[in-house]
């Protein structure tokens, strides 16, 4: 039987505000275990939560960066259930009245544009954090975490395949760091995702019963565990079987999903509204006064470096994936404002030194201009394209600008073209063979001459003046 998967997704951004949501307690990572706290995320009696206005504010962009519905009021609401790391016995949530509705953004899916639907986005507290001792059957609970700024990112059901997902999810990542609302970072749980997967007979109308994945902290894991989880779903289903509503966790040692509770449904939580929280009110002033202020978002960017610089739909698309890759690139183009041989080097030199390292962009040793006036030593004839790598490598180990290196340690390219005629009468006069070779058809021997005459100049001769001499000799 032939069947069509269906994937939804929620992701919970954590926000970039210095306090917490409804008290001003710090949202720092990192600090002791409970010194973050105060009454108010403790959930002691009398206290009453106030909210943070920036979390709001971060909200709205969001909703206008991904074409939502930004509602004039929202409300907040209390979602209940019992958990050790809940101090207060429910989570302050917004249920019926969220911020934001109705979004949507775009992926590129079979050298296409598909738009994904985003149901919701609201605003709400995280939870605290279990430690389970190692040796003993223990835990411990730090409620650091209890009111961090959260929004909660609800998609359609429209992602039909794992690769889908995974585009999704890194779009979403990438327009909130060019927001600068969230850090992305999925290793301390500022951005992370649950995911809903079912699968039905291709024809069908009605969706399957779904499985609810968690436990997924990286792009990578979400696919492999949608890959797995769609996989089981068939074989339970083409053994006669049915599958069951669930929670499973994602085990990426094993590679295998297994089972952890019963799926909640929205009415297990018992919401209600938050009786301690005025309605969340958004006036057109406040909305045209963030739209004001959002930055150049992926999308549009990508668009302007194919219509305006000239770069393919797939470098742009690699160049605008991240925030501060996009800013480097520009930044280069100020001191080398050309873009095709500017984006060559970022993507593969320089990306590829990073990745070797295990480094992002901000941690590039080379900063922009020195590369930029790498590229122009390269143009204006002073260095090779084989030496430029030379000094490239030499500038990613100490930091130092290109023409520095160049003086130190004499590694201008020879363009003085009596001088490399003489090198090349002495590489013809050496090779006779080869050269009667060359002269009865077997051109192929060009690139041995070149490379003969770039190993006697150490690689300084200009490759350019050494091809048309080899030619006017050899022809």
Same mark, same amino acid.
């Given at each position: ?10 992701? #919970? ?13 710090? *949202? ?6 409970? @010194? ?9 009696? %009398? ?5 943070? +206005? ?29 958990? /050790? ?5 429910? !989570? ?5 009245? /969220?911020?934001?509705? #109705? ?36 835990? #411990? ?50 951005? +992370? ?15 399957? *019963? ?23 779903? !068939? ?6 079987? @049915? ?54 978002? /992926? ?20 160049? *605008?994936?991240? +925030? ?43 900063? /922009? ?12 004839? *002073?260095?090779? %394209? ?23 340690? !004499? ?65």
């Amino acid at each position: 039987m032939e069947f069509v998967t269906v994937i939804g997704l929620e992701v #919970h951004a954590q926000l970039k505000t210095r306090t917490k949501i409804f008290c001003g307690c710090s *949202t720092a990572f990192g600090a002791p275990p409970n @010194t973050h706290v105060c009454p108010v995320c403790l959930g002691m009696p %009398g206290v009453l939560p106030v909210l943070n +206005r920036k979390v709001a504010a971060y909200a709205v962009k969001m909703g206008i960066a991904t074409h939502c519905t930004i509602n004039r009021e929202s409300r907040f609401a209390r979602k209940n259930y019992f958990y /050790p790391d809940l101090p207060k016995g429910y !989570q302050i949530s917004q249920y019926e009245l /969220p911020i934001c509705e #109705h979004g949507y953004i775009e992926i590129d899916g079979d050298g296409e544009k598909k738009r994904i639907g985003i149901t919701r986005i609201h605003m709400e507290e995280d939870a605290g954090k279990l430690i389970h001792h190692p040796g003993r059957s223990v835990s #411990h609970v730090d409620l650091n975490r209890t009111g961090v700024p959260l929004i909660e990112i609800v998609s359609e059901p429209d992602i039909r395949s794992p690769e889908e997902a995974g585009s999704y999810l890194r779009k979403l990542h990438a327009i909130l760091r060019y927001l600068d609302i969230c850090d992305g970072n999925m290793e301390e749980g500022s951005f +992370r995702c649950d995911a809903n997967v079912s699968i039905m007979p291709a024809g069908a109308t009605a969706f399957g *019963t779904r499985t609810e994945l968690k436990n997924l902290n990286s792009f990578r894991h979400v696919e492999k565990a949608l890959h797995y989880e769609i996989v089981r779903q !068939q074989e339970v289903i083409g053994d006669g079987g @049915t599958v069951v509503q669930e929670t499973r966790l994602w085990n990426p040692d094993r590679g295998v999903t297994t089972p952890m509770r019963g799926k909640e449904e929205a009415h297990d939580y018992r919401y209600f509204p938050d009786p301690d929280l005025l309605p969340v009110v958004v006036d057109d002033a406040w909305i045209r006064e963030i739209t004001a202020g959002l930055p150049e978002l /992926p999308d549009a960017r990508e668009k302007r470096f194919v219509e305006v610089l000239g770069l393919t739909p797939y470098d742009a698309g690699v160049l *605008t994936a991240e +925030r501060e890759l996009a800013d480097y690139f520009e930044a280069c183009l100020e001191a080398y404002p050309r873009p095709k041989p500017a984006a060559n080097w970022i993507m593969g030199p320089l990306l590829g030194l990073l990745n070797s390292e295990g480094k992002d962009i901000g941690a590039s040793p080379i900063a /922009p201009a020195d590369l930029g006036a790498l590229l122009k030593l390269v143009d204006d004839g *002073t260095l090779s %394209g084989k030496i430029a790598k030379t000094v490239f490598e030499e500038m990613a180990a100490t930091g130092r600008p290109p023409g520095r290196i160049v003086a130190e340690k !004499q590694l201008v390219q020879l363009s003085d073209g009596d001088a490399i005629e003489g090198i090349i009468n002495d590489v013809l006069a050496g090779h006779p063979d080869e050269v009667a070779a060359f002269r009865g058809g077997k051109t192929k021997l060009m690139g041995f001459f070149v490379g003969e005459v770039m190993r006697a100049t150490k690689g300084k001769a200009n490759p350019k003046m050494v091809n048309e001499i080899l030619w006017r000799k050899l022809g």
